[in-house]
């Protein structure tokens, strides 16, 4: 069955969207156009790429920290808040864009032009301009050649989390656009796929979360407002396109393994997460009409 797939963002909690993968695999579920975001927006580019579930899961198995995470030196906790406050993160970003690189070109993908057109779409938040900016629709608009793109750097950008890896940089004529993390404004971009035009095939997301719920927070303190406030940034645009009308066609992944960030996960946590997201859309793949 050929379908369109969305995959929301969730860091390191990623990994349980390879055992998705997997379930649909065997379902023999494939995939015509995908869409992702932060840590769903690598797993979409790489079955874009042709990699299979099974070549995902040993390749993250050999993945480490000091594979995707710039060097530091004199890294102590002052040091970092200056880093932090000087250059906007606290790694740059370029050696998880060069793995990227790498692995993506092993299957002969480089730009979107590699690809058949919007067959992957990347989503990303572009802060200068407070806009979400999707990869490669609206490149153009910056005044980049889309064809010519590299498919690595997208993905690099909307895992830029704020504060951990620094903003890309996207030259303007006056000045530059700092682009983040898409998970900032669209952690699970299903509105892409929201056609008002009957849907040539089905659409499955996967989503890192279970299902949206609308419990107020408590914001008592500048802290509270600040988390607050991201919350609602990142979570407030997609709940909009969790109706009843999608529900039927998401599969909810509750994850707690992990956190984010969480670059030294054990072998055993990393399989527990892909084991998570496995379990879960094989349960929900058995009740699915579409």
């Known amino acids: 069955m050929k379908i369109d797939g969305v995959f929301s963002g969730g860091g390191m909690k990623g990994l349980a969207l390879i055992g998705a993968y997997e379930a649909m695999e065997k379902r023999g579920i494939s995939f015509v156009r995908?869409?992702?975001?932060?840590?769903?927006?690598?797993?979409?580019?790489?079955?874009?790429?042709?990699?299979?579930?099974?070549?995902?899961?040993?390749?993250?198995?050999?993945?480490?920290?000091?594979?995707?995470?710039?060097?530091?030196?004199?890294?102590f906790p002052l040091i970092r808040w200056l880093k932090i406050y000087f250059t906007l993160g606290l790694y740059k970003g370029k050696k998880l864009e060069r793995w990227l690189e790498e692995k993506l070109a092993l299957r002969g993908l480089r730009t979107f032009g590699d690809l058949p057109p919007e067959a992957l779409r990347i989503v990303t938040s572009d802060i200068t301009n407070g806009r979400i900016l999707v990869l490669p629709d609206d490149l153009p608009s910056y005044n980049i050649n889309p064809y010519t793109f590299s498919v690595a750097k997208a993905v690099r950008m909307s895992c830029a989390l704020p504060y951990f890896f620094q903003p890309v940089k996207i030259p303007l004529r006056h000045g530059k656009a700092l682009i983040v993390d898409g998970g900032m404004l669209s952690n699970f971009p299903l509105f892409l796929f929201d056609e008002r035009k009957k849907r040539k095939r089905p659409i499955l997301g996967v989503k890192l979360s279970t299902k949206t719920t609308h419990v107020p927070r408590k914001v008592k303190t500048g802290a509270d407002l600040l988390s607050a406030m991201f919350y609602t940034m990142k979570d407030a645009h997609d709940a909009r396109y969790i109706s009843r009308r999608h529900e039927k066609d998401i599969i909810f992944i509750p994850v707690t393994e992990a956190s984010t960030t969480d670059f030294e996960l054990t072998d055993e946590k990393k399989d527990a997460l892909i084991h998570v997201g496995r379990e879960y859309t094989e349960a929900f793949l058995k009740r699915w009409c579409y």
Do not use: K, N
Request: aromatic fraction near 8%; avoid cysteine; proline fraction near 2%.
């Open 34 to 75: 995908l869409a992702g975001t932060s840590a769903g927006s690598m797993i979409a580019a790489f079955i874009a790429a042709g990699y299979t579930s099974r070549e995902l899961q040993l390749m993250m198995r050999e993945v480490s920290a000091e594979h995707l995470l710039d060097d530091t030196p004199f890294d």
